[in-house]
């Protein structure tokens, strides 16, 4: 089942954090789509719950140098 997370990150400021989050997150099994919104600090995240979990995906947020709220 495809589930939909919006996440607060915080340390984002520019294309290079934009592309980080979204390759390293959107390489990982489950998740089907990444959006990065750099201006507002969200994360919004298509994902299959059957193979990954939101805290999967934020460890790995964390793991960019991101602090996910």
């Known amino acids: 089942m495809v589930s939909q997370v ?3 990150v915080q340390g984002m400021s520019c294309g290079h954090c934009v592309n980080a989050v ?3 997150v959107g390489k990982l099994d489950g998740v089907e789509q ?5 201006e507002t600090g969200k994360v ?3 994902f299959d719950e059957e193979k990954i ?3 999967k995906i934020k460890e ?3 793991d960019q140098g991101y602090e996910v709220k």
């Open 44 to 46: 919004d995240v298509s």
């Open 34 to 38: 990444v959006n990065v919104h750099l």
């Open 53 to 55: 979990t939101v805290e």
């Open 60 to 62: 790995t947020i964390d």
């Open 6 to 8: 919006t996440l607060n």
């Open 22 to 24: 979204e390759s390293n």
